[in-house]
């Protein structure tokens, strides 16, 4: 009589997490978020930092993006710059790759020795763009009143501050990547999550704040928190949705056995590149509205240059129709765009190994057939796949506007995508690393 399975004991849990090394990689992911906390904490040198808290506070583009640096931003810290300079580099290097031919071959031809050429210069390209935002950064708190302590303001302090927040631009670099590679999960994206996390408590009070003298408000951000809460099933569903491509694998016998014969699948996701396009959005959306939201705040004697920035900066607002619209646009281009440069989604190749081995896709022919018909299907799931991204990025704002509840916006709809998918990568990261290893005698009786 079969045993029944029973769930694991405490020991069981702890003996599958040292035998596999999955402890050690996640106490050396926590010990390097306390290391990013720790700098996010350390503030630059000859700065009054609540002055520009004051107005990052105040402007939906400065707060968005301090949510994404874990309150760096606001605290003026060295780590100011945040993961953005090193996100925004990773989209230009894959963007050029895809159009420079040599780089092209560095991606696909060269192998390993090639992938770490293209991030080497994405980590060169990176402490460009750190300087170039650092700069843009102090100059803009050059012309903030208040913001440059007496005493301090010299040739000197800029150089040294546009030094120190490169260096601290490049140190989250640094942390990403070697949680990345002796961690779990991608290291960006956990840096961001983990700068989400951190806000929440603010904006919770903001809320409370906002919505406990009025029954009303209340009834509304219920029905806010209720959005949310279906807008994450909906996150949940897309990323873990795949279309299943039948596949039919021949029977070859060797001596006197018979193998093969079963069929199989090839699973296609919905969202293919997972909550990447997401994160590679606002950074082109928010790289051009920071240093515009950063320069219009500034105090330009100029009336007319200064409208035209205000202007311009009124458009490429986190709370403006042009920029969900252009939002919903890069998330729909960028879905593509990680669908076709995904080593394991390219119909070509994936109809050339089917030949090579005699299997095939029933009712269709081997070699060109197979790889037009997998080109569609991979066309059609992507296209769905943005799409619903799309929807899931306009509901909870849609939410935000109709209940009048604003204090939340930081934590809305890409926020709320980002974290979910951050989390259903890891817990997708430690399932596989306790399966690979082939721990499932744990769970059994001795």
Known sequence: MAQQLRAPSTEQVMSMLNASGLKKKILFTFLMIAV???????PLYG??????????????????????????????SILALGIGPFITSSIIIQL?????????????????EGRRKLSQYTRLFTVVLAIFQGFIFMLFLHHLPGAIM??????????????????????????????????????????????????????????????KSS???????????????????????????????????????????VYGGMNSFIPFKLNPGGVMPIIFAIAILLFPSTILAMVGQANFKSASVKNFIITLNHYLSPDGITYYLLYIALIIALTFFYASIMPNMQPKDIADNLKKYGSSIPGIKPGRPTAEALDKILTKTTFIGAIGL??????????????????????????????????????NQVRSHLLARNYESFLKDD
């Open 215 to 257: 029954p009303q408000m209340q009834m509304g951000l219920l029905i806010l928190l209720t959005i949310f809460f279906l807008a994450t099933i909906l996150i949940v569903i897309m990323q873990e949705a795949v279309r299943k491509v039948i596949i039919v694998n021949p029977k070859r016998q060797i001596g006197n056995k």
């Open 150 to 211: 007496p005493g301090v303001s010299s040739t000197a302090f800029y150089i040294n501050s546009i030094c120190i927040l490169t260096a601290g631009a490049v140190l989250v670099m640094w942390i990403s990547e070697l949680i990345t590679e002796n961690g779990i999960g991608n290291g960006g994206s956990l840096i961001i999550f983990c700068g989400i996390l951190s806000g929440i408590p603010v904006y919770a009070s903001r809320t409370y704040q906002l919505v």
């Open 390 to 427: 799309g929807i899931v990025a306009l509901v909870p704002s849609f939410g935000s506007y109709v209940t009048h509840i604003e204090t939340l916006q930081g934590i809305g709809a890409t926020s709320l995508i980002i974290m979910v998918g951050v989390a259903l990568d890891l817990i």
């Open 36 to 42: 990013w906390r720790f700098g996010v904490q350390m």
């Open 47 to 76: 700065i009054n930092n609540q002055i520009f808290a004051n107005i990052a506070s105040g402007n939906n583009i400065i707060g968005f993006l301090d949510l994404f640096t874990g309150g760096a931003l606001g605290k003026v």
């Open 96 to 112: 050029v790759s895809v159009v420079i031919p040599a780089l092209e071959k560095l991606q696909k031809e060269e192998g390993e």
